[in-house]
């Protein structure tokens, strides 16, 4: 209705312009918002049928090992399972770190690594690429719905978790992750 109404008003009213613009603006973004949190809500199938570790391991080599990239996966203290909305967080956070070694990275090799010790759960998504100063990501610019790497911490920090990036030009990117398992049950998990 808005981008009707703009083919129809006078070139002149600039308010009116402003104002119709303005609410076209703000349903595109609600729209990207929804987008967002429903793809995010969607659990995918492999995740349900085979577990995090070998969900991670086939989206890797779809994304990454078809492309020539090397990928290795080593998981330890990894056969039960955890709990469904763990793993859906989980997955999401180190898909979007192994998206962004195919986005950015250009790397030759890439090793997962998902680590279950005691209290708990440590991963790794190391790369052997360009690296980058990640001490040049900012804070989101609004909504904070941000996919990437703010949007990887945010998540760890919702799970309790904590988060380190070392990378830098040239000597490739270390993501590293760790959430407790713990009392996950009073984390609403
Ligand atoms: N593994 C990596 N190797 C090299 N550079 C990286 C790597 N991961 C992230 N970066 C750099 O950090 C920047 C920020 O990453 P981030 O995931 O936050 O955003 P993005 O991937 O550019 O966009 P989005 O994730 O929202 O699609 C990237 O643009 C890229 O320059
Ligand atoms: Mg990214």
Redesign the pocket.
């Known amino acids: 209705m808005n981008t009707d109404a703009l083919e129809e008003i006078d070139p002149n009213d600039s308010a009116r312009l402003t104002q119709l613009t303005g609410g076209i603006r703000e349903l595109a973004r609600s729209a990207v918002i929804d987008l967002r949190r429903l793809v995010f809500d969607l659990r995918p199938i492999a995740l349900d049928d085979l577990g995090l570790a070998a969900a991670l391991r086939a989206y890797a080599n779809r994304r990454l090992a078809e492309r020539g990239v090397h990928v290795s996966v080593e998981t330890i203290g990894m056969k039960d399972r955890l709990p469904s909305q763990l793993e859906t967080a989980l997955f999401r956070v180190l898909q979007?770190?192994i998206?962004?070694?195919a986005?950015?990275?250009r790397?030759t090799s890439v090793r997962i690594e998902l680590l279950r010790m005691n209290q708990d759960l440590a991963a790794v998504v190391l790369?052997d690429?360009?690296?980058?100063d990640p001490s040049a990501?900012h804070q989101p610019t609004h909504t904070g719905e941000?996919?990437?790497?703010?949007?990887i911490r945010e998540r760890v920090e919702m799970l309790g978790g904590s988060l380190n990036i070392d990378?830098s030009p040239g000597a490739g990117?270390r993501?590293h992750l760790r959430v407790p398992l713990a009392d996950l049950e009073g984390r609403g998990l």
Request: no cysteine; charged share 10%.
């Open positions: 979007e770190a998206n962004n070694v986005k950015h990275a790397a790369d690429g360009i690296g980058f990501i941000a996919l990437g790497l703010l949007g990378s990117t993501v």
